[in-house]
């Protein structure tokens, strides 16, 4: 009897095992992925010189939706990409542009052939969110202002993951599409 039951158990836990693996192959295979993440703080890491790369790597698209964007780093990388045929983007907000640095920022992007479109609804546009080639997101409290990269206490997350990428594109097109609520700045 001490055999047989040892039998048993040994087809069991073989059995369990092999259930097992199924599990996990499934799941990886069912599109769980290893996303990389980077978290940058400023004034300390200066996060901008860092996004500021990331849009240098650029190939087919940067597209940025920020509540401010002032900082001359930014500004010149995605001019510098532009200038490369990347196809660049921008979101912001309405009210934010009666700051004259924030003015002059989107206006030189303007200038280079750089599409800008604004919010038309009341609330403010306040996603912090880019999007670059399907492969990187960045998110956080980080503004593309000098300010949020030199002074203020701010956090931004850097996720190099396709299927996050692509919906953050997805939404990213979205609210580009959205004329009910985003209208082209001129």
């Keep these: 009897m001490g055999l047989r039951r040892s039998d048993a158990h040994s087809r069991c836990c073989a ?8 599990a996990v192959l499934s799941v990886t295979s069912g599109g769980v992925s ?21 849009y240098e790597q650029a190939t087919r698209y940067i597209f940025v939706a920020v ?24 979101i912001t907000d309405r009210e934010r542009l009666n700051d004259p640095n924030q003015r002059r920022a989107v206006s030189a ?14 609330g403010l546009m306040h996603l912090k969110q880019v999007v670059v080639d399907d492969e990187v997101t960045a998110s956080g409290s980080m503004n ?7 002074y203020n206490d ?5 996720i ?3 299927p ?14 959205d004329r009910t609520r985003f209208e082209e700045w001129k």
């Design 15 to 22: 059995s369990l095992l092999i259930w097992s693996l199924v």
């Design 34 to 54: 290893a996303a990389s993440i980077e978290v940058w703080y400023s004034p300390e890491d200066e996060p901008l010189q860092k996004v500021a790369q990331i």
């Design 67 to 90: 509540y401010g964007l002032t900082s001359p780093i930014v500004v010149k990388a995605l001019l510098n990409a532009r200038k490369h045929g990347v196809d660049v983007r921008v």
């Design 109 to 122: 992007l303007r200038e280079a052939g750089i599409p800008v479109m604004v919010n038309r609804h009341d």
């Design 144 to 150: 593309h202002t000098t300010s949020g990269n030199r």
């Design 154 to 158: 701010e956090r931004l997350d850097v």
């Design 160 to 162: 190099r993951d396709h």
């Design 164 to 177: 996050i990428a692509v919906q953050s594109r997805e939404k990213f097109l979205s609210m580009w599409k």
